[in-house]
């Protein structure tokens, strides 16, 4: 049997490439129904293996169903054994609207921390210590919101460092921020009910809460954050969602008026107000903001995230539910991951309770305030008096305005073949045309010489398409 071969120098045991190669041929149909295979014993000399290597690979084609026996006529391929080959399309890679892995591109990403800097010796630390000192139990099942070891010093952390006001049992862990947007849709939101949100705000955010049939209700943010002078009076909402302490993607801060405005609103329409509070860890001519649940604990859902502190990689996050939508959460929670991982939340609550985490956002505020510093100077240098830059006091991106600049998708098609990857204000937006100019830029995750390189080439790319710059 000529067409079966082995390979002696692979890892792949020998029963395993005979069986391997049979299956693939019958199910592309090379080897149709009803043909007939060689004995084992013919088969095994013809690949000078051992006859029981050959009798194991066909009695595991034979307990799937590839192959059947028939008494005193030997062994055969099996009728329905065949599948025809699907076409497979991966639109999103051949639209090439990200790359995931691209080391000549140089990525102004908001959102991404300094992944190099991850303290990852104490983590390590204690998360051996958990491993080998903690009771067995730990590696059974957890309870949907999570270990009580983790809500409980994440509450009394929240309370001290954002002016929080919860108990433990008002803390449901979550697998990032994106699971909590989740699960407040499907707490709150039914066909077509509205949901007010800032404009703009993050496109995934609009995405989630649209698949969930939320029906979007656009307020336009200023320099202060949402226009609650504009919150619609003939609507009734089922949340509005907003990010007060540091407005993504513009960088505001919405000021303690139109907080009371905006509770006043949700305690007059009966909804709740959604404040996700994503990056406000970081801000830099001031300590943090207080949070917005801090005001009105019954009619706030807070939503944070460890993503920006610390790593994506943890798949982290928390919600804070008023008491009437915890039990309802909670059974949300179960059905769609049964917990988060037990081991990670020990740690983490462990590397909280000891001070780490604090230690660690101190020491990388001093790391991004002079990266932002550095990116402002570049941008400066670069582009002079013919560029604004917004929301730079807090986070991991700022807002750069170019004068007379239209950033299209043939320009930022353009602007990535010159080596760098840019982010507009646009791709955030519900009512479209009101930021053509405006670029998101991450600093958290490059090193001042990305930085200047970067945006160099930025500089480059538009000296090719605007005369200004020549």
């Not at 190099?116 to 949907?144: C, M, V």
């Not at 979007?216 to 909402?237: A, F, R, S, Y």
Request: with cysteine; glycine share 6%; aromatic share 10%.
């Amino acid at each position: 049997m000529a067409w079966l071969t082995i390979d002696r120098s692979q890892k792949i045991p020998l029963i395993r490439q005979i069986y391997k190669q049979l299956r693939t041929k019958i199910l592309n149909g090379e080897l149709p129904a009803g043909y007939r295979l060689p004995s084992t014993r013919q088969l095994a000399e013809e690949l000078e293996v051992s006859r029981n290597v050959v009798l194991e690979a066909y009695e595991q084609l034979l307990a799937e169903g590839f192959i059947e026996g028939r008494q005193g006529a030997g062994t055969f391929v099996a009728a329905g054994a065949y599948l025809k080959k699907a076409e497979i399309i991966f639109p999103f890679l051949l639209e090439n609207n990200y790359q995931l892995k691209d080391d000549d591109i140089i990525d102004f990403r908001s959102g991404l921390p300094a992944l190099d800097l991850f303290p990852r010796k104490q983590w390590g630390n204690l998360a051996k210590r958990i491993s080998i000192e903690t009771d067995h139990l730990i590696f059974g099942y957890g309870s949907p919101e999570g270990r009580v070891e983790l809500r409980t010093v994440l509450a009394d952390y929240l309370l001290r460092t954002r002016g929080v006001e919860c108990q433990p049992d008002q803390l449901i862990i979550t697998s990032g921020a994106t699971q909590a947007f989740t699960l407040v849709s499907k707490l709150l939101l039914s066909q077509n009910k509205k949901v007010i949100l800032e404009d703009p705000i993050t496109h995934e955010i609009q995405t989630i809460f649209q698949s969930y049939g939320g029906s979007l209700c656009p307020i336009k943010v200023d320099e202060h954050g949402i226009d609650t002078n504009q919150l619609p009076q003939d609507v009734n909402p089922a949340f509005g969602f907003v990010t007060p302490s540091h407005q993504f993607p513009m960088g505001s801060t919405l000021p303690i008026q139109r907080r009371i405005r905006l509770i006043e609103y949700a305690r007059k329409m009966d909804c709740y107000i959604v404040e996700d509070d994503y990056d406000s860890e970081f801000r830099y001519e001031s300590p943090p903001i207080s949070s917005l649940q801090g005001l009105d604990p019954e009619r706030t859902i807070y939503i944070g995230t460890f993503s920006k502190i610390l790593s994506p990689a943890l798949r982290l996050g928390y919600l804070i539910l008023p008491p009437t939508l915890i039990k309802r959460c909670r059974e949300l929670k179960y059905f769609s991951d049964l917990h988060a991982p037990s081991l990670d939340q020990l740690t983490l609550a462990l590397f909280i309770k000891e001070g780490y985490l604090e230690k660690h956002v101190f020491r990388m505020k001093k790391v991004y305030r002079k990266r932002r510093d550095f990116l402002k100077e570049c941008l400066h240098n670069e582009f002079g008096n013919s560029i604004k830059i917004h929301g730079d006091s807090t986070g991991l991106h700022l807002v750069a305005e170019f004068e007379g600049v239209h950033f299209t998708d043939n320009l930022l098609s353009h602007i990535h073949d010159n080596g760098i990857k840019v982010y507009p204000v646009e791709l955030h937006t519900m009512n479209k045309g009101l930021y053509p100019n405006y670029l998101i830029l991450g600093f958290g995750h490059l090193e001042e010489d990305k930085i200047k390189d970067g945006i160099t080439l930025l500089k480059r790319a538009l000296e090719k398409t605007h005369k200004k710059w020549n």
